[in-house]
Nanobody, 115 residues
Framework: QVQLVESGGGLVQPGGSLRLSCVASGSNLSIYIMGWYRQVPGKQRELVAAISSGGISNYTDRAKGRFTISRDNAKNTVYLQMNSLTPEDTALYYC?????????WGQGTQVTVSS
């Protein structure tokens, strides 16, 4: 069983930056594919970025060039550095850990981009 706790969300102005963190407990994070997802009310949860156990990352087109996912297996933590934020990035951001067909979710952290 994996427990995930996200933090780092908040209110930021357009063009600003935030760094989200996701701390895992209950298991060694290094074996999991880790992902950041986001969801707005009335829409499906969507992938933002993911990183493999070996450190290979991939991004959606909207995140590419602005967001960076990274992991520190020694700290059992995965990060999402978000730059050049726009109001369209406003969402509840979730951390996900996946091992084969099994996945776990955190409770989410709210990111609001507004002037």
């Amino acid at each position: 069983q994996v427990q995930l706790v996200e933090s780092g969300g908040g209110l930021v102005q357009p063009g600003g930056s935030l760094r989200l963190s996701c701390v895992a407990s209950g298991s060694n994070l290094s074996i999991y594919i880790m992902g950041w997802y986001r969801q707005v009310p009335g829409k499906q949860r969507e992938l933002v970025a993911a990183i493999s156990s070996g450190g290979i990352s991939n991004y959606t087109d909207r995140a590419k060039g602005r967001f960076t996912i990274s992991r520190d297996n020694a700290k059992n933590t995965v990060y999402l550095q978000m730059n050049s934020l726009t109001p369209e990035d406003t969402a509840l951001y979730y951390c996900n850990a996946k091992y084969w067909a099994i996945g776990w979710w955190g409770q989410g952290t709210q990111v609001t981009v507004s002037s």
